[in-house]
């Protein structure tokens, strides 16, 4: 099973900051990763596919790099909407697995 | 665009078996782009894999769960459901169906659903 790792696990951050939040897999995933963002009592949402593709109706403000192991989410110029938990997912290898989650808070 | 909406009880008794019901709109379920997942959320807790099935039956079970799970699909009703057997308050979670983009991605969710085991 193909573990993923986040950092940090939470971050206190203020409205037009840039956040950067990492996901790394225990194995080369190559660009089978997958960003979702969930706010207080929602269902996860569909930020980013296959590690920098964006998605239709996502604020230009998230993007996406990596491959391999070593992944990131780019938050540009926060606002105070964002405040949710982000999660990485692979679908690379089953089972499907995803990171243990970023806690992003908004001073 | 794709709507997925989740049904079943929200409590169910130690041992007992789990079951839901998602029910798609706006797409059919027998599309060559799609399978079906279910995902689950323990309280204040992360995200688990539980399984997946396209619409011809094929399924993928998460091995932690597989000896307990069954997903299986009615394309008739545009429908998929999850059975979980023998449940202990562990598997005291919101369960969330999605739809899962070539098997890659998971595009769209349903809102979720609570179930709590508890006698």
């Known amino acids: 099973e193909i573990v993923l790792t986040q950092s940090p696990d939470f971050q206190s951050v203020t409205p037009k900051e840039k956040v950067t939040i990492t996901c790394r897999a225990s194995?080369?995933?190559?660009?089978?990763l997958h960003w979702y963002q969930q706010k207080p009592d929602q269902s996860p949402k569909l930020l980013i596919k296959?590690?920098?593709q964006s998605i239709s109706g996502v604020p230009s403000r998230f993007s996406g790099s990596g491959s391999g192991t070593d992944f990131t989410l780019t938050i540009n110029s926060l606002e105070a909407e964002d405040a949710a938990a982000y999660y990485c997912?692979?679908?690379?290898?089953?089972?499907?697995?995803f990171g243990q989650g970023t806690k992003l808070e908004i001073k | 665009q794709l709507q997925l909406q989740e049904s079943g009880p929200g409590l169910v008794k130690p041992s007992e078996t789990l079951s839901l019901t998602c029910t798609v709109s706006?797409?059919?379920?027998?599309?060559?782009?799609?399978?079906w997942g279910w995902i689950r959320q323990p309280p204040g807790k992360g995200l688990e894999w539980i399984g997946s099935?396209?619409?011809?039956?094929?399924?993928y079970y998460n091995p932690s769960l597989k000896s307990r799970v069954t997903i299986s699909v009615d394309t008739s009703k545009n429908q998929f459901s999850l059975k979980l057997s023998s449940v202990t308050a562990a598997d005291t979670a919101v369960y969330y169906c999605?739809?899962?983009?070539?098997?890659?991605?998971?595009?769209?969710w349903g809102q979720g659903t609570l179930v709590t085991v508890s006698s």
């Open positions: 997912h692979q679908s690379s290898s089953l089972p499907y697995t």
């Open positions: 194995q080369s995933i190559g660009s089978s």
């Open positions: 706006g797409g059919s379920i027998s599309s060559s782009s799609y399978y």
């Open positions: 099935i396209y619409y011809s039956g094929s399924t």
């Open positions: 296959y590690a920098s």
């Open positions: 999605a739809s899962v983009e070539h098997d890659a991605q998971l595009g769209e």
